[in-house]
């Protein structure tokens, strides 16, 4: 592959646009470069335009140099710029699968470039010579999806090397769901293939959609017109501070879920009447072929349930595409599936996000327990805890913090307890019908003794006895920082006293009371149309 002769040739003479930052990359303490405000605020100065240190945590989860890898505004971004870098508008033409992801095709209708489909076989595999035949001179580009959205399916490895070995332009190998596949990938043979592109996304295994982080893997050159084209500053500094907080958790344990609740809702949905295909996947997603889609995609989202409606796409007549949720989720899907339907009480659901300069917090609540519950915190302890309150209180909640652990877990502990009172008084909304008060005493070892009262005065009596200065990797002080904060964010008034010989189980016991209690002043009451106060009803 020669590069030169497939880049246009105002790329090839583009000075790209240099960064003040760029020009100048050692340590200063005076900023006068930008043109920026000098008002700290957190995000008053411009971001890394090279994602330096985003790139080196990248490079050391793909075992790739930073050299070789770019990072866009999502995969949209990539796609974009690999058609301004090398395809003539009105001249070159473009190749792609199909069915197959529709973002290439309107990049393509974007950029005034022709776009050409090859169809898949019948099993949904690819032709490697039907792709080769579709090219002429004027071919730049071929995109292959694997796993193929929306098939599902993985692209044979030979097929796509030997494209990539007899094309004289460059092969997308498009990789955003490879991390369920089980399978290595193409990036890691990027030596043996030099006009091979690798797309991979933060979107999908890593739970990053709303950051809109795409990647891009290809030879240093390839890379560095990237880098050249793209705007200087494209992944803000708050996103890139996030983005490195959440890569600190492996998403292992959720694929491992995430694939085995797919063979789960595969095997139930192919045993159903009116199911004619569920077909393989190697994805987040299942392809399911219908006697009638249009009836089942219409039930189901009159069960509340959104699916994607792959019909009018080649050989997918008559196709749903059904993501793996969460197991609650499933259940919920193949409950409708299987005939039954759903009432579905949202009256108290909130979503909550708070962004500080320590903490990045997204909370979804449901007071009445109508979702699984996932917590991650980056405090193995924390979620333990928060997991009790949960499963105690018959709230579901879904939870993600990225807190300055390497600091301390103040500001993490801290702004989750703002931010779950917050969503409490939210969902709570009127509170009418709501029994206001809860009251309990559990036992194991310990005592905890909690009385809850909702009525929206904010107050915290804490009377707890901690034997040691630090419990699970937390200090001890957080526990009554925790439900000050959880206080004075839901406006509840709260008295929580408990003792004992073992401090973990001290501390699990206040959860579990607490959670107990608010259970039972969240409950709605028969026959009750306001909120009870010691003088009737408010």
């Known amino acids: 592959m020669e590069l030169n002769n497939l880049v246009r040739e105002n790329i090839r003479n583009l000075k790209s646009y240099s960064t003040a930052r760029d020009e100048a990359e050692a340590g200063f303490s005076v900023y006068l470069d930008a043109n920026e405000s000098p008002f700290e605020n957190g995000v008053n100065r411009y971001p890394d335009p090279k994602q330096k240190e985003l790139k080196k945590i990248i490079s050391s989860i793909y075992g790739i140099g930073s050299e070789k890898i770019f990072v866009g505004n999502g995969s949209d971004e990539p796609i974009d710029l690999i058609y301004r870098i090398f395809c003539e508008p009105k001249i070159d033409n473009v190749i792609a699968v199909s069915p197959t992801y529709g973002m290439y095709k309107v990049a393509a209708q974007i950029n005034d470039i022709e776009y050409r489909e090859v169809l898949l076989e019948d099993d949904f595999s690819m032709n490697p010579d039907k792709m080769l035949a579709a090219t002429d001179k004027n071919s730049k580009i071929i995109f292959i999806c694997s796993p193929n959205n929306p098939t599902g399916n993985l692209i044979d490895e030979n097929a796509v090397k030997q494209v990539a070995k007899s094309f004289s332009g460059l092969v997308v190998v498009d990789e955003a769901y490879f991390d369920f596949s089980g399978e290595e990938g193409f990036i890691k043979k990027l030596a043996d293939y030099p006009n091979i592109v690798v797309f991979r996304t933060l979107s999908k295994a890593w739970g990053m959609a709303g950051l809109r982080i795409g ?18 500053y494209n992944i803000g500094s708050e996103t890139q501070n996030i983005v490195l907080k959440f890569l600190k958790n492996s998403p292992e344990e959720k694929i491992r879920q995430t694939i085995s609740e797919r063979e789960r809702v595969a095997d139930r949905i192919g045993k159903m009447s009116g199911v004619e295909k569920v077909y393989p996947s190697s994805a987040n997603f299942l392809l399911v072929k219908f006697k009638d889609s249009k009836t089942v995609y219409n039930k189901l989202i009159d069960n509340g349930i959104v699916v994607r409606d792959r019909s009018s796409q080649p050989k997918c007549e008559g196709c749903l595409r059904l993501t793996i949720g969460l197991v609650k989720e499933n259940n919920r899907l193949l409950s409708v599936l299987e005939g039954d339907n759903i009432v579905i009480n949202t009256g108290r659901t909130v979503v909550l996000e708070r962004k500080t300069k320590e903490t990045s917090i997204y909370l979804k609540m449901d007071l009445d327990g109508n979702m699984d519950t996932y917590i991650e915190t980056g405090i193995p302890f924390f979620n ?48 009418e019908g709501m029994a206001r008060y809860g009251f309990l005493l559990p036992m194991d070892d310990s005592v905890a ?25 937390i200090s001890s002080d957080m526990f009554s920082h925790f439900f000050y904060s959880l206080a004075m964010a839901s406006k509840s008034t709260i008295y929580i006293s408990a003792k004992g010989e073992n401090d973990h189980h001290i501390a699990e016991s206040v959860f579990k009371a607490f959670a107990r209690s608010l259970k039972m002043a969240l409950k709605k009451e028969e026959n009750s149309y306001g909120l009870p106060s010691t003088k009737g009803l408010l």
């Open 449 to 473: 003794q909690v009385a809850i009262d909702l009525g929206g005065r904010a107050y915290l009596n804490w009377d707890v006895k901690f034997i040691k200065d630090c419990i699970g990797g």
């Open 215 to 232: 990647l891009a893997f290809a030879d240093e050159s390839i890379i560095g017109l990237f880098s050249a084209v793209k705007y200087p």
């Open 384 to 431: 333990h805890m928060l997991e009790q309150l949960a499963f105690h209180s018959g709230i579901s909640m879904r939870l993600n913090v990225a807190g300055d652990l390497e600091v301390d877990e103040h500001h993490t502990i801290e702004d989750t307890a703002i931010v779950i009172g917050e969503a409490i008084l939210k969902a709570m909304g009127n509170k």
